[in-house]
């Protein structure tokens, strides 16, 4: 390769946001989302979401924040499900079970509605999209808290 040609390539990986290392999750290639979402309920309640795509299908990591229970603080891994009403789930593995924690629906078949639900914790928790607190983090660093925790075997 000549040095145009290889400054060429690295400057397209740069822009791309392509990594010569892509990052894992169990074993699997995924490829991050560029932005992460995040929504907020009532009570101080936020859960950031860094969505990615693999091989198996979407899937994110949820991390969760105000929660009065053992989830407070944990990221999590989530396969991404369709769901009734245009919706979609998000559905990680609790003690050896589904556990469809996110849940979003079009109830009216236009906006959606999202609601949480945790273990310990009773009822659902209406949750509303925050493009303000999506500004404040970013799939990065939801997925390196997920690693560090998985690592000191801190999630449920």
């Not at 009065?68 to 999590?76: F, I, N, P, T, V």
């Amino acid at each position: 390769m000549t040095l145009r040609k290889g400054f060429l390539f690295l400057a397209l990986v740069g822009l791309t946001g392509s990594a010569l290392f892509a990052d894992t999750l169990d074993g699997k290639t995924i490829e991050l989302a560029h932005y992460a979402k995040a929504y907020i309920g009532q009570g101080n309640i936020t859960v950031e979401v860094a969505p990615y795509k693999s091989d198996d299908g979407p899937g994110a990591i949820l991390l969760f924040h105000g929660i009065e229970s053992a989830w407070d603080g944990k990221a999590l891994n989530h396969r991404v499900r369709p769901g009734p009403l245009d919706g979609q789930d998000y559905v990680t593995t609790y003690h050896g079970k589904d556990w469809a924690t996110l849940i979003v629906r079009k109830s009216d078949g236009k906006t959606p509605a999202y609601a949480l639900y945790l273990p310990d914790v009773t009822g659902e928790i209406a949750l509303t999209p925050s493009d303000g607190a999506a500004q404040l983090t970013d799939p990065h660093k939801i997925f390196q808290e997920y690693q560090q925790q998985e690592k000191n075997g801190a999630i449920p």
